[in-house]
């Protein structure tokens, strides 16, 4: 077994997304404590300028499955072009996104593999020569280290955790791999794409989450003025989501989104244990609710006991006085 670290590239329409390359950057610091080095894979269909992006990021060879077969998505072809890419690079640690997308494929090509994986990390470590992983379970009540008994292995790693690399170094050789697609059992028919947020949930450094306090699909008005005002995405709980105030994609927690922006404000939202699954790893967080005895300020850096509705526009006007502009 070598001492490559793969990274697999995650890419939507508009390009790879973020978490592509803060795998690299875990990689990376697990290459240099194993001495050995990183590359990367990316499938799709014309991907060929996301393989160009991914070979500047320092690693020394990217593999690419570029088929029209994956032009949609299916879980059996694309498990079976991760396993060929897996098989031909015959790395020890194999690297995704603890994304829907990322979470979907490990788990499957894993299996395909008869590999072991370990889910939703958020710190990958190497100690005395093993590989040593930090994950939240019972829904963020607890941290867990888990020591990998050996290589090799597969790990999906929280987003918005570490820092992304720049794609500015000397490019990778590129290679290309073959593999026969089967006829999925399933096709996708017809994409019916929703209305985005301006600001992807998902990737946002800041998120504004509203709950049960916002009383109605109104009450998240004053959140998305302030998210414009700080180039934020809004969020949700269960709560709100279930009650058809907001759509289920803002939807963040155990059974929606796991989000770690620099900030998340959580505004009329008590912090189920549920929900807190989802966020509790963000650096800043910031709550604002009328119960004082809310769970959510145990959590909290900063608490604000007070109507949201009288806090969000009266911070969003302070803050509205300091931009430039």
């Known amino acids: 077994m070598s001492n490559h670290i793969l990274t697999i590239a995650e890419g939507r329409a508009e390009g790879l997304r973020k978490v592509s390359f803060e795998l690299v950057n875990v990689a990376q610091q697990l290459a240099a404590a194993l001495g050995g080095d990183v590359q990367g894979a990316v499938l799709g269909t014309n991907v060929g300028a996301w393989a160009d992006t991914l070979a500047k990021t320092g690693m020394s060879q990217v593999y690419v499955v570029d088929d029209a077969g994956l032009a949609n998505f299916a879980p059996e072809s694309y498990t079976s ?4 890419i897996i098989t031909q690079a015959n790395p020890s640690i194999v690297l995704f996104g603890a994304t829907g997308w990322g979470k979907e494929v490990s788990a499957r090509v894993a299996a395909r593999l008869d590999w072991g994986l370990v889910t939703d990390c958020t710190v990958a470590q190497v100690v005395n020569g ?9 829904a963020g009540k607890a941290i867990a280290q888990v020591k ?12 918005n955790l570490v820092p992304p690399v720049e794609a500015d170094k000397p490019a990778a050789p590129i290679q290309a791999v073959t593999v026969t697609l089967k006829e999925p059992r399933a096709k996708v028919i017809e994409t019916v794409v929703k209305q985005k947020s301006k600001v992807d949930l998902g990737e946002a450094s800041i998120v ?6 916002v009383k ?3 009450g998240f008005a004053p959140l998305e003025e302030l998210a414009d005002t700080l180039n934020a995405a809004v ?3 269960r709560a709100a989501v279930d009650a058809g105030w907001i759509d289920y994609t803002h939807q963040v927690g155990q059974t929606g989104k796991t989000v770690s922006p620099k900030m998340y404000i959580a505004a009329g939202i008590s912090g189920a244990i549920q ?5 509790s790893s963000s650096k800043l967080i910031v709550a604002i609710n009328k119960d004082p005895d809310a769970p959510i300020f145990k959590i909290a850096d900063y608490g604000i006991v007070g109507d949201l509705f009288d806090v969000i526009p009266a911070l969003n006007a302070e803050i509205k006085k300091i931009q430039p502009g």
């Open 81 to 84: 072009a991760l396993a060929a």
């Open 130 to 138: 093993a590989l040593v992983l930090t994950r939240p379970i019972y």
């Open 148 to 159: 990998a008994k050996g290589f090799p292995v597969m790990v999906s790693m929280r987003p």
């Open 208 to 213: 504004i989450s509203g709950g049960r306090g």
């Open 216 to 218: 109605g699909p109104e």
């Open 235 to 237: 969020g949700a709980s």
């Open 275 to 279: 929900h807190l699954a989802g966020m």
